[in-house]
């Protein structure tokens, strides 16, 4: 009898082991397919956008005079005009208005390919006109047709041509937003959580708060856009499609995040500090202000790190209040039309030329490695800055 029970109980603990076993490979081929996922997706954006980082461009002698400044293709050689962006010609008033010694003569200068001579020489074109592809040849023997970084990438805003495309208005309209949406979430939240978890009562009316806080953290974000379109635009008459829109509207999506962040951080504080500083004669206020919200203050700042990242890779809610238009120049302020890097993004993949593809795929990897560098530095100001009780 004693025998038959250590051998159930050896059966039984052989089962429990195999079972534990099979839970830890299910839990690490999980992990393993998360991983190779995110590699995929990585590898693919950086196959097709690491191409929009070089350029097109081709050394040509250019003309400047009252001639060239009413018909620009007199401007290059004429077999060589057909190769050139449009986007070059346009800008050559302008660059003749801020440097006006340019009149009457002729400089040698590099000056960016059309997109369809970038794309062939990318291999992402199968051809171009045999005329163009023989000018093309010559120039690349003579070394005057290279590849050169995509300044304008980063410096010029959206573009009808694909060439002279880039995100500087986004990044601009995305540092209004971000700031509109910090400037109001920040110590709205703040100061709503230190009310909920120090000073309020603990009845019906603050338990029904709390409730709807932490239901709000997950409600869709096409809502919030949808309540930002009804209450700041179409009651409070802001501007739509501006950065103050957007930002009021973002902030609404963020005040969750920033709130149950803070009560946490504030609940993770001993209340041996609390007592402490009641004990010596401090208010209750005295004691949060001195002593509490010091010591919580890494774990706010990460989670408003975090809410703000967040906000920061949203769409749906601004496409709502309109922030998906055409925005060539940068905006100069938190009232005028602006557009972000989502959108931004949202707007190049339903461009049909090629051209668009790589910098739709270029700029996820910008926006990606903005929110990994937020993340970052949440992590890194948690472990500086927390303390250990």
């Not at 060439?163 to 949406?181: D, E, H, K, P, Q």
């Not at 978890?197 to 029904?208: H, I, K, M, S, V």
């Not at 030329?353 to 926006?367: D, Q, S």
Request: aromatic residues 10%.
């Amino acid at each position: 009898m004693f025998r038959e029970n250590n051998t159930q109980r050896s059966a039984l603990m052989r089962r429990r082991y195999r079972a534990e076993k099979r839970f830890k490979a299910y839990c690490i081929s999980a992990l393993g397919l998360a991983l190779l996922f995110l590699v995929l997706f990585f590898a693919d954006m950086i196959s097709q956008g690491h191409s929009a980082f070089k350029q097109t461009e081709l050394l040509v002698d250019v003309v400047y005079n009252e001639e060239t400044l009413d018909l620009p293709q007199d401007a290059v050689p004429e077999d060589v005009y057909p190769l050139i962006s449009r986007a070059w010609f346009r800008d050559m008033p302008r660059k003749l208005k801020n440097n006006p010694a340019l009149m009457g003569t002729t400089q040698q200068e590099w000056v960016p390919a059309n997109a369809d001579v970038d794309q062939f020489r990318k291999g992402n074109r199968d051809q171009i006109d045999e005329d163009e592809q023989a000018v093309l040849k010559q120039m690349e023997a003579q070394g005057k047709a290279e590849f050169k970084f995509n300044t304008t990438f980063f410096t010029n805003g959206d573009s009808k041509i694909p060439t002279n495309a880039g995100l500087w208005s986004a990044f601009v309209g995305s540092f209004y937003v971000m700031l509109v949406t910090l400037l109001i979430s920040f110590p709205i939240g703040v100061m709503t959580a230190i009310y909920l978890e120090e000073f309020a009562p603990d009845n019906r009316l603050t338990q029904g708060i709390e409730i709807n806080i932490n239901n709000l953290a997950a409600v869709p974000s096409i809502l919030f856009g949808l309540l930002g379109l009804a209450i700041f635009i179409n009651f409070f008459g802001v501007p739509r499609s501006s950065a103050l829109a957007g930002g009021l509207t973002l902030s609404l999506m963020t005040l969750p995040v920033i709130i149950i962040s803070t009560r946490a951080a504030l609940r993770a504080v001993p209340q041996n500090i609390r007592h402490g500083a009641l004990a010596v004669g401090a208010s209750r206020w005295q004691s949060v202000r001195d002593h509490v919200l010091p010591a919580s203050l890494p774990g706010i700042l990460t989670g408003t790190i975090i809410g703000i990242a967040q906000a920061m890779g949203e769409t749906a809610p601004l496409l709502i209040i309109g922030m998906i238009a055409y925005i060539p120049e940068a905006p100069d302020g938190i009232t005028q039309a602006a557009t972000v890097l989502p959108a931004q993004i949202f707007t190049w993949a339903g461009m049909p030329e090629r051209a668009y593809v790589e910098r739709t795929a270029a700029a996820i990897l910008v926006l990606l490695g903005l929110l990994i560098f937020m993340n970052s530095v949440a992590v890194y100001l948690r472990h500086k800055f927390e303390r250990r009780w």
